[in-house]
């Protein structure tokens, strides 16, 4: 027998079953529920309820701290793979094989050089616009230059764009650095890897060759796995409702960095990294946390609107943290940083309100170690996350079920008024 939900309102005697599937019912269906001339709805303000897709990419069980990207678990692939072999793996539905995998590199690798032109506008930015204003704006203006990239419905076309996206996010970063730097760009190395390249087009000096330690390339790696994709979350929700009206990759991926850019969601970790700061001392996290119990501060980097448990991407970082530290030595603000999880882990205060360490808390330090400036943290969140936005965008356009997004509203305005003459105005 198939579940169901009976809904009755006395006050009409209408009386409905509306089945439940996956946990639950169509919205649509409570139209037949009429509320003094409307028809019911439901009022859920940043989606805090409301399911509005189905998708095969990632899941997350955040009561018991899991995470998977297409069924594997997030620290087995931190362990065992590369960041292109993840996004192969989100795009695909599958890990790669030897042959899949040495030809997605060599298609990525293809397509890494900016267009001439684009440097061009480029160079127009002040000197001081921040980086991820420069990603925004260039990447909406990559439609200009690959026009095909309308022709979604086409999967060699899509796959194109789609390949172009994600090997051109790393060197249009890099040049976003360098230009705030005052430094010559530096072009893609194609004996590089796309991590160890990116480091090269960052940092590369006037060396011949920039050979990175492997220590910090495999950081490098781990943290774009951890970032790559989270579900349906901020900057998802924006790519797939820019999608929705029939929007090309680049446009759709303009949107998803416009709303990474938000304090609230992509610049987290630039904020822990200000907190340790302020904090300074191990000696005086005691004072730090009373604060926080007493509403005067906040506790950045803890807690999640999805995790109630330990986010699993924080527990791996917190190991890429201790092998960057070997390369650059240790950041005095690693032991406020650890005793700050302590409190965190056994204080009642927070294990009550389940308040656990996420994915922000310690990648600042490793971006700061690596030598970023804070206007790059963001910048370094948005280039992973594009082979996700990617996957999101390809699951959208061939969803069937999907309509372009256009939520309801509950009208509190004034109603049917008359025009008054300037001349009678208060």
Known sequence: MADILQIRRPASGTEA?????????????????????????????????????????????????????????IAELAEHSTYLEVAYLLLNGELPNAAQLTQWEQQVTEHRTLPDKLKTVLAGFPYDAHPMTILMASVAAFYSFYPDARNFDDPEARDLNITRLIAKMPTLAAFAYRKAKARPYVNPDDSYGYCHNFLAMLFKQAERRYVADPRLIRAMEVLFILHADHEQNCSTNAVRSVASSGNDLYTCASAGIGALHGPLHG????????????????????EFIEGVK?????????????????DPRAKIIKKSVEDVFEVTGVNPLLEVAKELERYGLEDEYFVKRRLYPNVDFYSGLIYEAL?????????????????????QYQEFITDPEQKIARPKQIYTGSRTRSYVPMEERD
């Open 294 to 310: 007493a509403g005067k501060v906040r506790m950045m980097g803890f807690g999640h609107r999805v995790y109630k448990n330990y």
């Open 267 to 286: 610049g987290a970790n630039e904020a822990v990294l200000k907190m340790l700061r302020e904090i300074r001392t191990v000696d005086r996290v005691p």
């Open 371 to 391: 030598g970023f400036p804070p206007e790059m943290f963001t910048v370094l969140f948005a280039i992973p996350r594009t082979s996700g936005w990617a996957a």
């Open 17 to 73: 079953e509306l089945a439940i599937t996956e946990a639950t019912i169509r919205a649509t269906e409570l139209r037949q529920f009429d509320i003094s001339g409307e028809p019911l709805a439901t009022f859920d303000p940043g989606f805090m309820n409301t399911a509005v897709c189905h998708s095969a990419i990632t899941y997350i069980d955040g009561d018991a701290g899991v995470l998977e990207y297409r069924g594997y678990p």
